[in-house]
């Protein structure tokens, strides 16, 4: 993978982690850098969709560059995340009660902007969103501004660590 920066979504591909939610954000967006999507289970031919989706936004509002995979190898979709600029997440599935996606990303110090799920507000709440212009406005904050990106990959960063194996086998050891 080439180190030139890219948006990355990683997500099985069905309507609840709402990779439409995202893509439409992305058009609205200023981004200039390509949009990466990284999923393995496709239901209701959700990865057709999004598919048909990119060409009807590419006549709506010019070409953008986006890819889609399917079944990567898991330590491929580590290095996507270790060299991602920027993590998007779109998912409204009711079940997610901690986005496993938000924390690799952490733990590579990439900002995210995702939807309101689980935990993600005692996270980082600035960077939780509503709407698909509400993400495309979070997009064109951090890849405009370095010093605002920074900041929040830094904070990310030592987040991060209230999140590791020895931390929480501690926690949970004091409570026995």
């Given at each position: 993978?080439?180190?030139?920066?890219?948006?990355?979504?990683?997500?099985?591909?069905?309507?609840?982690?709402?990779?439409?939610?995202?893509?439409?954000?992305?058009?609205?967006?200023?981004?200039?850098?390509?949009?990466?999507?990284?999923?393995?289970?496709?239901?209701?031919?959700?990865?057709?969709?999004?598919k048909?989706?990119?060409?009807?936004?590419?006549?709506?509002?010019?070409?953008?560059?986006?890819?889609?995979?399917?079944?990567?190898?898991?330590?491929?979709v580590?290095?996507?995340?270790?060299?991602?600029?920027?993590?998007?997440?779109?998912?409204?599935?009711?079940y997610?009660?901690?986005?496993?996606?938000?924390?690799?990303?952490?733990?590579?110090?990439?900002?995210?902007?995702?939807?309101?799920?689980?935990?993600?507000?005692?996270?980082?709440?600035?960077?939780?969103?509503h709407?698909?212009?509400?993400?495309?406005?979070?997009?064109?904050?951090?890849?405009?501004?370095?010093?605002?990106?920074?900041?929040?990959?830094?904070?990310?960063?030592?987040?991060?660590?209230?999140?590791?194996?020895?931390?929480?086998?501690?926690?949970?050891?004091?409570?026995?």
């Open positions: 993978m080439s180190n030139a920066p890219y948006i990355l979504n990683v997500s099985n591909y069905y309507k609840e982690k709402g990779q439409d939610f995202v893509l439409r954000a992305y058009y609205l967006s200023q981004a200039h850098i390509p949009l990466i999507f990284v999923g393995s289970l496709n239901t209701q031919d959700t990865l057709e969709s999004l048909c989706l990119k060409t009807q936004l590419d006549d709506e509002h010019g070409f953008k560059e986006v890819y889609f995979f399917r079944d990567l190898k898991r330590d491929w580590l290095d996507l995340f270790k060299k991602a600029t920027l993590l998007v997440h779109g998912s409204f599935a009711p997610e009660s901690f986005g496993l996606v938000i924390l690799e990303s952490m733990q590579f110090g990439t900002p995210f902007v995702c939807t309101d799920i689980g935990v993600v507000k005692n996270l980082c709440a600035e960077l939780v969103i709407t698909p212009l509400e993400m495309a406005h979070k997009i064109n904050t951090l890849l405009g501004d370095a010093r605002y990106y920074a900041q929040i990959s830094q904070t990310l960063h030592r987040t991060i660590q209230e999140y590791t194996y020895e931390r929480i086998i501690g926690t949970l050891e004091a409570l026995l």
